[in-house]
């Protein structure tokens, strides 16, 4: 194949270096809604962190080109959904959603067109699962969110009763002042890994044992929605938020060849499903451990964060609880409070690195509170 479009991933804004590199790497900004999508195995120069190019096996939009990771394929339970998969590289891929749906191989300069039924609400990972796990390592990979066909005022078709309550306590209760859950605040994280010495043995065309890969597979980049460092942390379509009240579902699907263990400072989150099992109990953490092919849904509640400091006039030791508008307006010392923006980062350690130590350019993004609870917006 000829086509070899460099997508900046690096880059917050998109420079386009063709039509095709426009919509640049975040898993939301292209996703398809409704019963007929297009996808083309194609494949891409994607520039990591530290601006070094990696060639990667995408999936495709013909419309807007190659993406990592793939569009999102947004259903709704029980829609008959149509993929056309037309593989234009120069070997046998696949297209399969585990106990959903695998289109069998699909030979280079063929098409398939397959239909299945959306399944239960909840996170999908689809993926090529030939030669597993190298093609959906090497980039062959992507989420489909199904979203129940009836409202429930949760994520999910089903709710166990803990579920149901908590968002039934969201806007309604002292423990959650603001708004309830709204269903437009989503957010997906892809969390990935990639050895660049594998895709560069797929870029010359050599065959790739997946044994050997399993065992030597040394990442040098991490990535959440093909962004790193910086550029995650400041990418709107993976950084959560919001006003204090503003609660937000976090999809989470790991696709790579890491464990992770995203690590959430300000608010604790709760655990809302994990691999589609809608949770009986519904666990508040602050970190959860994500292995490769899991998928786990978080809701950040979006609390005012305990922690914001403000010190009583006549009393350096006791903290205050005051508007938290109102608290950024004060100083310590001379040194002003801080906007409200809080890390995310996993706490599997190597993940924060990128290209054997650079740190920290791996996987990281911002919490960020925007204002408080009645729509005052933080300075
Ligand atoms: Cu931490």
């Known amino acids: 194949m000829d086509r070899r479009d460099f997508l900046k991933c690096s880059a917050v804004g998109?420079?386009?270096?063709?039509?095709?590199?426009?919509?640049?790497?975040?898993?939301?900004?292209?996703?398809?809604?409704?019963?007929?999508?297009?996808?083309?195995?194609?494949?891409?120069?994607?520039?990591?962190?530290?601006?070094?190019?990696?060639?990667?096996?995408?999936?495709?939009?013909?419309?807007?080109?190659?993406?990592?990771?793939?569009?999102?394929?947004?259903?709704?339970?029980?829609?008959?959904?149509?993929?056309?998969?037309?593989?234009?590289?120069?070997?046998?891929?696949?297209?399969?959603?585990?106990?959903?749906?695998d289109s069998g191989v699909i030979r280079p300069g063929k098409t398939k067109v397959v239909s299945f039924v959306a399944p239960a609400a909840g996170t999908y990972l689809y993926f090529d699962p030939l030669n597993a796990p190298v093609n959906r390592v090497l980039g062959l990979h992507g989420v489909m969110e199904v979203i129940p066909e009836t409202s429930t005022g949760t994520p999910y078709t089903s709710p166990t009763a803990k579920v149901a309550s908590l968002f039934a306590d969201l806007g309604t209760t002292d423990e959650f002042p603001g708004q309830p859950w709204d269903p437009a605040r989503i957010l997906i994280w892809v969390l990935h890994s990639i050895d660049p010495s594998w895709n560069a043995m797929a870029e010359e065309g050599r065959a790739i044992d997946p044994a050997a890969f399993s065992n030597n597979f040394l990442p040098r980049y991490f990535t959440i929605n093909g962004r790193s460092g910086f550029f995650?942390?400041?990418?709107?379509?993976?950084?959560?938020?919001?006003?204090?009240?503003?609660?937000?579902?976090?999809?989470?699907?790991?696709?790579?060849?890491?464990?992770?263990?995203?690590?959430?400072?300000?608010?604790?989150?709760?655990?809302?499903?994990?691999?589609?099992?809608?949770?009986?109990?519904?666990?508040?953490?602050?970190?959860?451990?994500?292995?490769?092919?899991?998928?786990?849904?978080?809701?950040?509640?979006?609390?005012?964060?305990?922690?914001?400091?403000?010190?009583?006039p006549d009393n350096p030791r006791q903290l205050l609880r005051l508007d938290a508008a109102e608290e950024l307006t004060l100083s310590f010392g001379?040194?002003?409070?801080?906007?409200?923006?809080?890390?995310?980062?996993?706490?599997?350690?190597?993940?924060?690195?990128?290209?054997?130590?650079?740190?920290?350019?791996?996987?990281?993004?911002?919490?960020?509170?925007?204002?408080?609870?009645?729509?005052?917006?933080?300075q």
């Open 14 to 101: 998109i420079a386009a270096l063709s039509m095709k590199s426009l919509i640049g790497c975040s898993s939301r900004s292209s996703s398809y809604r409704g019963l007929d999508a297009t996808l083309n195995f194609s494949e891409a120069l994607v520039g990591m962190v530290d601006t070094q190019p990696v060639y990667m096996w995408l999936f495709e939009d013909p419309l807007t080109g190659p993406r990592f990771p793939g569009p999102v394929l947004v259903a709704e339970e029980g829609e008959t959904v149509y993929l056309t998969l037309t593989n234009l590289l120069n070997e046998d891929h696949a297209f399969a959603i585990p106990g959903v749906v």
């Open 232 to 312: 995650s942390s400041h990418d709107k379509d993976t950084a959560p938020s919001g006003l204090v009240g503003q609660p937000e579902l976090i999809r989470i699907v790991n696709s790579g060849m890491a464990t992770h263990s995203p690590h959430l400072h300000a608010n604790h989150f709760y655990v809302l499903s994990v691999n589609n099992v809608v949770q009986d109990n519904v666990l508040s953490l602050d970190t959860f451990t994500v292995s490769p092919l899991d998928r786990v849904d978080l809701l950040i509640p979006f609390q005012r964060p305990p922690d914001i400091p403000a010190v009583h």
């Open 334 to 378: 001379d040194v002003p409070q801080s906007p409200l923006n809080y890390p995310m980062h996993c706490h599997m350690e190597m993940s924060q690195t990128a290209a054997g130590g650079n740190y920290p350019l791996g996987l990281v993004t911002h919490l960020t509170f925007t204002g408080d609870v009645d729509g005052e917006l933080f």
